[in-house]
């Protein structure tokens, strides 16, 4: 089983990735789990989703507590949702930033953690004028970790949008896709 927890705030569709990353899972005959943990909601407050990938019936239901993989949506919930905690050794990291995160990478070296650093928030503003890194995550995510096909990940972000939206995170997902192959 491959378990992913993402790390954001509301509004950054911290939720809709754990499900479109759940339906390409599906998509590909998996079995998934998508759910969140929060408090109220509200835009800005710190939230939590899980996803879990499987070749066989998922039969747990509690919070991801030693993932596979991290995503953090927004850096700056990093230290205070402990957001590494748990990691797996050997697992993956991906962070939204346009710089390097040094200092999460020296201390992840230790566990044989791949740590990667994507502009999301950049990338989606140019493709889609909207600061919602999200998708453009769920492309990074398929490039460094290989749990999800692209094809996948794309036709995942069509049953969640639809239109010229669609199309917009596709070309911004697919940046952020080959941007990781080629690093």
Same mark, same amino acid.
């Given at each position: 089983?491959?378990?992913?927890?993402?790390?954001?705030?509301?509004?950054?569709?911290?939720?809709?990735?754990?499900?479109?990353?759940?339906?390409?899972?599906?998509?590909?005959?998996?079995?998934?789990?998508?759910?969140?943990?929060?408090?109220?909601?509200?835009?800005?407050?710190?939230?939590?989703?899980?996803?879990?990938?499987?070749?066989?019936?998922?039969?747990?239901?509690?919070?991801?507590?030693?993932?596979?993989?991290?995503?953090?949506?927004?850096?700056?919930?990093?230290?205070?949702?402990?957001?590494?905690?748990?990691?797996?050794?050997?697992?993956?990291?991906?962070?939204?930033?346009? %710089?390097?995160?040094? @200092?999460?990478? $020296?201390?992840?070296?230790?566990?044989?953690?791949?740590? *990667?650093? =994507?502009? +999301? !928030?950049?990338?989606?503003?140019?493709?889609?004028?909207?600061?919602?890194?999200?998708?453009?995550?769920?492309?990074?995510?398929?490039?460094?970790?290989?749990?999800?096909?692209? %094809?996948?990940?794309? @036709?995942?972000? $069509?049953?969640?949008?639809?239109?010229?939206?669609?199309? *917009?995170? =596709?070309? +911004? !997902?697919?940046?952020?896709?080959?941007?990781?192959?080629?690093?």
């Amino acid at each position: 089983m491959f378990q992913v927890r993402i790390h954001g705030r509301g509004g950054q569709g911290v939720v809709t990735a754990a499900e479109m990353l759940s339906i390409a899972a599906f998509l590909e005959g998996k079995y998934a789990q998508a759910f969140p943990s929060f408090g109220s909601e509200r835009m800005g407050a710190p939230v939590v989703s899980f996803c879990r990938i499987s070749d066989k019936e998922i039969r747990l239901r509690e919070p991801i507590s030693n993932p596979d993989a991290v995503i953090i949506q927004d850096k700056s919930v990093i230290k205070p949702a402990n957001a590494f905690n748990g990691i797996v050794e050997g697992g993956f990291v991906l962070i939204n930033s346009a %710089e390097d995160e040094a @200092e999460e990478q $020296k201390n992840l070296t230790k566990k044989n953690v791949s740590v *990667k650093c =994507v502009g +999301a !928030t950049e990338i989606a503003l140019q493709h889609i004028g909207k600061p919602l890194p999200n998708a453009i995550l769920l492309g990074s995510f398929a490039a460094l970790t290989k749990a999800i096909k692209i %094809e996948s990940v794309i @036709e995942a972000i $069509k049953t969640k949008f639809s239109g010229v939206i669609a199309e *917009k995170n =596709v070309a +911004a !997902t697919m940046v952020a896709y080959e941007k990781v192959l080629a690093s």
